[in-house]
């Protein structure tokens, strides 16, 4: 029998390595799609083809985008400093737009593949309050993606799957190290150097920092 395809959207963080092993775990030929989209934290791009390759996926592709001629966002607008401390509401690092963007594209290519599961590393318990990260988001997505494809009309359509979505970042590291997952060479920080090293002062390093210390386990990431 032909191995089920699906399409992971790959970050090179903590996460969304994890979803892949997740994938590959459930019996997936996994395709990986990751994005230059102008972000300031570009050394992500070398982690998610270093941890492509340790997890053994069939296809990594990397899309070129221009969200910074966008802008919005500290991510992608070196004039916005990325915050260093605790921030109410939604926080300037929000990149408009952005999983609705990827999954569009991710949605494209597995109607290309023939594949018809989609896997997104979001998570609605230590997501930093980015409404694109929601429950209710990853549904709207996929009743979209059913409704505006080809597949979706005439094949099977398809489903996207969000398996870290109620998880806490200690049970994200707890499942990922249970499937292999070798942290040390994902880059989670939102303004690591050239060389992948993290700031340590960031909400996504302060978020990572804690889950290995709830998980109990000894934290890979390299600092500045």
């Not at 699906?6 to 903590?14: F, H, K, R």
């Not at 018809?116 to 997501?127: M, P």
């Not at 997952?181 to 302060?206: I, M």
Request: aromatic content about 8%; overall charge negative; proline content about 3%.
């Amino acid at each position: 029998m032909t191995q089920k395809k699906a399409v992971v959207l790959l970050s090179g963080g903590l996460d969304s390595a994890t979803v892949v092993a997740m994938a590959r775990a459930e019996g997936f030929a996994c395709y990986t799609m990751s994005f230059d989209y102008g972000q300031r934290h570009r050394s992500e791009l070398a982690a998610a083809q270093r941890v492509a390759q340790q997890l053994g996926v069939i296809e990594h592709k990397v899309i070129g985008l221009n969200l910074n001629g966008i802008g919005g966002s500290a991510l992608t607008d070196t004039s916005i400093d990325v915050p260093e401390a605790s921030t109410e509401g939604i926080p300037v690092t929000y990149v408009p737009a952005r999983n609705t963007v990827f999954l569009s594209l991710a949605l494209g290519w597995a109607e290309v593949l023939e594949a018809r599961h989609i896997f997104i590393g979001v998570n609605a318990v230590d997501y930093s309050g980015y409404p694109d990260c929601r429950p209710e988001f990853v549904e709207s997505f996929e009743r979209t993606a059913n409704l505006a494809t080809k597949a979706g009309v005439e094949g099977e359509g398809f489903r996207i799957v969000a398996p870290l979505q109620y998880l806490s970042k200690a049970e994200i590291i707890k499942a990922g190290l249970a499937q292999g997952v070798d942290y040390s060479l994902t880059v989670s920080c939102y303004q690591a150097d050239e060389a992948g090293r993290a700031c340590g002062r960031c909400d996504s390093c302060r978020l990572r920092a804690e889950g290995f210390r709830s998980a109990g386990e000894k934290d890979p990431t390299r600092y500045q």
